[in-house]
């Protein structure tokens, strides 16, 4: 489950002399109050509301301004697509590219140029090669027959957490349970051994910053990762193993036509990182935002309502702030009625069409029973996350038994004192003390 992309390996370096070509100043965009004379700074600063609240100024932008203009931090300027149709449009028409962003110092959020060789720096037929080497293990079907070791991790896990409080002491969900859950099932989901498992925390933290960590420093990680997969790959071929990671491997090795060794290196890091991080934040955020909307006890009360509370979660909450990847226009394009240049950098705000009136009703109520919920939490299009089966059963037999083993689960601290990430892309918690 991610909406940005981590970095395994070192960045290709942008290209001298590179200038994004200036958007151009046309159809609705311009006739936005917001764009006339300047184009605001994104993204949205949320202080002083919530972590995890969705910036009001989108609201505003999807009744009045739903494409604008925007001054990006890194690259200049682009367009800023913030209603739900629009959103879905950007994310599905191949003419509006990542590949096309692959070492160009273009119009972005993130400091980093993008990378060549991952998923989500890939536009289809290659993204489609790729990833259908890997879907097959993240199908409905293939999912659910892990959910017996998924909730057997669970279960030891809250086991810990039991102990943890026995001598009266809060207990840190963060560190006791939301980071070990995903970061053991894509460890075995890719034959990685347990000794090795936490090294990746450092290396996801470093992958989703955002300027946070110095560049020097992104690039040893980054580099020693590379040599830590090449060494994980060259185990398996010698040992494999019933897992993703030896399926890939023997896929690489019968038919060079299918998968290069770069490309195997780099998918198998884009795996691990993307199925850990995310899914680690989510989970602190979903036990977060149910108490501090008073909501825990209600669905502990009202167990029948998992599914869709984990839905209306996911859509809830702003796992990142509009930090997202952007495309380029591959020719002149009309996005609800305004014509985005070809050469600008578009941004699509999932964040934003989860909040859409004309899709959600009462968009801003926090509605657990709320059904249907076609949220774009996970993505859409080519880029729809592919691990979101997976992400899906992991948050429901989280939540499920945490609701079960602590009914009485409260906040041990205010709300306010809570530690929240900062410069990551993935909003959540540094730290969740919770009594019982």
């Known amino acids: 489950m991610t909406t940005t992309a981590p970095r395994p390996a070192a960045p290709a370096p942008a290209t001298a002399g590179h200038t994004a070509p200036e958007p151009a100043a046309a159809g609705q965009a311009d006739t936005c109050p917001a764009a006339a004379g300047h184009a605001p700074a994104f993204p949205f600063d949320t202080e002083p509301g919530p972590p995890l609240e969705v910036p009001q100024e989108f609201t505003r932008l999807r009744d009045r301004c739903p494409v604008q203009r925007v001054r990006l931090p890194y690259g200049g300027e682009g367009y800023l697509v913030s209603r ?13 590219s990542r590949a096309a962003t692959v070492g160009k110092d273009v119009p972005r959020t993130v400091r ?38 998924i909730q057997q991790i669970v279960d030891d896990l809250v086991d810990g957490l039991r102990a943890r409080a026995a001598g009266g002491e809060a207990v840190d969900l963060v560190a006791h349970f939301s980071m070990p859950l995903p970061m053991t099932v894509i460890c075995e989901l890719l034959g990685v051994p347990p000794g090795d498992r936490h090294y990746f925390q450092r290396v996801a933290e470093v992958a989703f910053s955002n300027g946070a960590v110095d560049p020097q420093e992104m690039q040893q990680v980054g580099e020693a990762f590379g040599t830590y997969l090449t060494g994980h790959i060259a185990r398996l071929r010698e ?33 691990l990182l993307a ?5 680690a934040a989510e989970i602190s955020n979903f036990v977060y935002t149910l108490l501090e909307h008073d909501r825990w006890s209600w669905l502990v009360d009202h167990p029948e309502h998992l599914d869709t509370a984990v839905e209306e ?11 997202v990847l952007p495309r380029l226009a591959t020719e002149d394009i009309d996005v609800g009625g305004t014509v985005l240049p070809e050469g600008a950098s578009v941004i699509a705000a999932m964040i934003s069409a989860n909040r859409d009136g004309h899709v959600f009703p009462d968009p801003d109520v926090l509605d657990l029973e709320r059904s249907p ?30 609701l079960r083993a602590f009914p009485a689960l ?14 990551s892309l993935v909003r959540g918690p540094r730290q969740l003390l919770l009594r019982w």
């Open 84 to 96: 739900y149709a629009d959103v879905k449009q950007v994310l599905a028409d191949r003419r509006f």
């Open 112 to 149: 980093e140029v993008t990378a060549p060789g991952h998923l989500l720096a890939m536009d289809p037929p290659e993204h489609t090669r790729l990833r259908r080497l890997v879907a097959a293990a993240f199908t409905e079907r293939s999912i659910q027959r892990r959910r017996p070791r």
């Open 239 to 271: 040992r494999p193993g019933d897992d993703l990671m030896s399926q890939m491997i023997a896929a690489r090795d019968e038919d060079q036509d299918r998968l290069t060794e770069a490309e195997l290196i780099s998918l198998a890091g884009t795996l």
């Open 275 to 279: 199925g850990y991080e995310t899914t």
């Open 313 to 323: 979660l996911l859509r809830y909450i702003a796992l990142g702030g509009g930090d």
């Open 373 to 402: 919920n076609p949220h774009v939490a996970f993505g859409h299009g080519p880029h729809h996350c592919t691990g979101a089966q997976l992400a899906r059963l992991e948050l429901r037999v989280a939540l499920a038994s945490l």
């Open 410 to 423: 409260r906040l041990a601290v205010p709300a306010a004192q809570v530690p929240w990430r900062q410069g």
